[in-house]
């Protein structure tokens, strides 16, 4: 479905992703792990059009998206639901819902709060009035509104506590249920393996390792030289 090939991107001059190759096939859920600093959230960016891929390719269902804004990728049916989230905060829950509302889309605000019935409690109350697991649910019910194939999720448990974790680790298979695949930016292994098929750990801009979870999730030497846990 999603294919880096060879992908070089950065910030003006410096070049901070290294020939990048990552696959996500349809229907499928993959991870890119590594320290702070190894250029996950760039990648992220990058497939999303926000940073230029300066080399290498991007392909959607095979067609490239080198040439595209962020918005047409958008209409192609990427998602990214960012680090801090983009939730406004003076806008109600049900207000930042309707932003990113589409007529066509399968999803519909409704089907959001079927899927987080704490959003519709809460739906009155503004972004900023939100805990982390509560504005990280409406950050991926607003992706979801645009009717995505494949959602970009940027470290989506960061900085939540543990019970909230596994609220998210529901939330993001019930994503994955709906047929939507997932490429995952995170730090927490056990989230990885919960929600994936496959991993790949990035190091200064670089894919040094790839494997799936069963082959993986034993391996506490990589784990150790690659993530430092
Ligand atoms: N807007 C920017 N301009 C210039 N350099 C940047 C910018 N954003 C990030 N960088 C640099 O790019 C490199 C990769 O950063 P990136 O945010 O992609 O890493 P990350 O793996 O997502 O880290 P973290 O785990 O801390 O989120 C870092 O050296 C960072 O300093
Ligand atoms: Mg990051």
Request: proline share 4%.
């Amino acid at each position: 479905m999603l294919q880096l090939k060879d992908m070089c991107s950065g910030y003006g001059g410096g070049e901070i992703l290294h020939r990048v190759s990552i696959e996500v096939p349809p229907n499928s859920a993959v991870t890119i792990l590594g320290r702070n600093g190894a250029g996950k959230t760039t990648a992220l960016r990058t497939i999303m059009g926000l940073c230029r891929c300066a080399s290498g390719s991007v392909t959607l269902g095979g067609k490239p998206l080198d040439d595209l804004t962020p918005d047409a990728r958008a209409r192609m049916g990427l998602a990214l639901v960012p680090d801090d989230r983009g939730v406004f905060g003076s806008l109600s829950v049900r207000e930042n819902l309707e932003i990113a509302q589409r007529k066509k889309s399968r999803w519909q605000i409704a089907d959001v709060y079927d899927l987080f019935p704490r959003l519709k409690e809460r739906q009155n109350n503004a972004g900023n009035a939100l805990s982390g697991g509560e504005q990280q649910m409406l950050a991926i019910g607003r992706a979801l509104l645009t009717d995505p194939q494949l959602v970009l999720l940027d470290e989506p448990t960061e900085g939540l506590a543990p019970i909230v974790v596994e609220q998210i680790v529901e939330v993001i298979k019930d994503v994955r249920k709906a047929g939507i695949s997932l490429l995952l930016v995170e730090q927490n292994l056990s989230v990885c393996f919960a929600v994936a098929d496959f991993h790949y750990i990035m190091e200064d801009g670089q894919i040094v390792h790839s494997a799936a979870t069963a082959d993986f999730h034993h391996r506490r030497d990589l784990h150790e030289k690659y993530l430092g846990v």
